[in-house]
């Protein structure tokens, strides 16, 4: 496995929790940004080696309470406000964007309260096939 890949499934796997209907973070996830953050430098530091540009989508998500009209706009709410925890200017390899999936990726089937709070997540979903660095940098 190369080490892009062994960062995506890194990320892949990170899980930033949220409360109920909330678009700010649980308390206690500083450790799992702080985790984030590590692998997202090294991703960024190997696309700067390689000469690439890799594409990170911030994958929010939301439990099944609710209707689409308003998971699916908190799943999006939810990934901005993580972006806005990531220091950018530190990762310049990097491209990333925000994007809302409601309910349609559960981490658990969400039938009951603790399989709700694994879903109610941010998510990361790193593209290693973006085209390389132009030469103006």
């Known amino acids: 496995m ?13 899980a930033l929790l949220f409360p109920k209907g909330e678009s700010f973070l649980d308390a206690g996830q500083d450790p799992a940004i702080a985790d984030a953050v590590r692998s997202l430098t ?6 700067t ?7 990170v989508d911030i ?11 308003v998971n699916s706009p908190l799943s999006l709410a ?9 220091p950018l200017d530190r990762l310049p390899a990097l491209t990333f964007a925000p994007v ?3 309910v349609a990726e559960p981490l658990s089937p969400g ?3 603790v ?4 879903n109610r997540r941010v998510s990361f979903r790193v593209h290693t096939d973006v085209a390389p660095q132009d030469s103006r940098q």
């Open 111 to 113: 039938s009951t309260e």
């Open 78 to 86: 939810r990934s901005d406000a993580v972006l806005k925890l990531l």
């Open 100 to 102: 809302g999936v409601g």
């Open 49 to 55: 080696l390689r000469g690439r540009t890799y594409a």
């Open 42 to 47: 090294a991703l960024n530091d190997l696309a």
């Open 2 to 14: 190369s080490p892009e890949s062994r960062l995506a499934l890194a990320l892949a796997n990170v």
């Open 59 to 69: 994958v929010g998500h939301a439990d099944t309470d609710g209707p689409d009209q």
């Open 115 to 118: 399989e709700k709070t694994r």
